[in-house]
Each structure stands twice: as structure tokens, then as C-alpha cells.
């Protein structure tokens, strides 16, 4: 079963840029017709998807984000990592990455990790 666990500061500074990794073991995020995705949700509210990176490397992004999300991978260490841009303290949140086919649901998520943007 595929596993994936995510990495990075938990502490950001605002208008810096918050970079994220997430380490996938158990699968290649290269098999055909999977999507890597980062998804967020912030304290008191429900899950927000931020956006992915396929398995042929092209990415989509939240619209809403879009402007201020970059999604890239290395291959070499089957990883895959977010960056968001000029962060504000509305960007805190529990930043996930999970996993799925082109048909199916979320089928495999990391723990998450706790992004906090603060002076």
C-alpha cells in the first residue's frame, strides 16, 4: 500500500513562501493514472484541495490558489512539493498530501503536518 508523509517548517513568516514535500513510499508517483494532490484545512473549517500533479507531471491548481501555488516533483526520490507564496496568516492550516486514480476517491493520505504563518 502506497504511504506518503509530509515535511517541511511549521512555523512561516508572512509574505514568505511555505514549501512543503511529501515522500511517497510503497508506489511511484509516475504509475499511470494516479494524481498527487495537496489539500489543506484550516482551523475550524473543512478540507481544501489545493491542487496536483499527475502521474505525466502536468499540474492543476485551485483557482482560488492558483495565482500563488506551484506544484513540482523529483522523480529521482519519489517526491512530490508544494509552494505557496506570499503566505498570510489565513494560510495556516493542516497541509495534507494524498493520492488517487483518475476514476476513484482519495485512497491514500499522509498524517498531516501543522503550518503555522506568524511574525
Known amino acids: 500500500q502506497v504511504q506518503l508523509q509530509e515535511s517541511g517548517p511549521g512555523l512561516v513568516k508572512p509574505s514568505q513562501t511555505l514549501s512543503l514535500t511529501c515522500t511517497v513510499s510503497?508506489?511511484?508517483?509516475?504509475?499511470?493514472?494516479?494524481?498527487w494532490s495537496w489539500i489543506r484545512q484550516p482551523p475550524g473549517k473543512g478540507l481544501e484541495w489545493i491542487g496536483y500533479?499527475?502521474?505525466?507531471?502536468?499540474?492543476y491548481y485551485s483557482p482560488s490558489l492558483k495565482s500563488r501555488t506551484s506544484i513540482s516533483r523529483d522523480t529521482s526520490k519519489n517526491q512530490f512539493t508544494l509552494q505557496l507564496s506570499s503566505v498570510t496568516p489565513e494560510d495556516t492550516a493542516v497541509y495534507y498530501c494524498?493520492?488517487?486514480?483518475?476514476?476513484?476517491?482519495?485512497?491514500?493520505w499522509g498524517q498531516g503536518t501543522q503550518v503555522t504563518v506568524s511574525s
Open positions: 494524498a493520492t488517487k486514480d483518475i476514476v476513484g476517491p482519495f485512497g491514500s
Open positions: 510503497g508506489g511511484s508517483i509516475t504509475t499511470n493514472y494516479y494524481y
Open positions: 500533479i499527475a502521474y505525466s507531471g502536468s499540474t
